[in-house]
């Protein structure tokens, strides 16, 4: 019996290891993912035209 319990505990800590790697691995990619977008949003807002009249921006 203690052969079993063993075997069951082991297959538990893969399942929570892969999980915690799956989830991980998944908020690494968003935060590269809002990375991303933070980075285009600030190219765009620093092409885009500017015009200066009575020196407000417009």
Do not use: P
């Amino acid at each position: 019996m203690n052969l079993i319990e063993e075997s069951f505990q082991n297959k538990e800590e893969k399942k929570k290891k892969k999980t915690a790697g799956i989830i991980l691995g998944l908020i690494i990619v968003v935060v590269i993912i809002i990375i991303a977008i933070a980075s285009y949003l600030l190219y765009i807002q620093s092409t885009t035209m500017r015009l200066l009249l009575d020196r407000t921006n417009k």
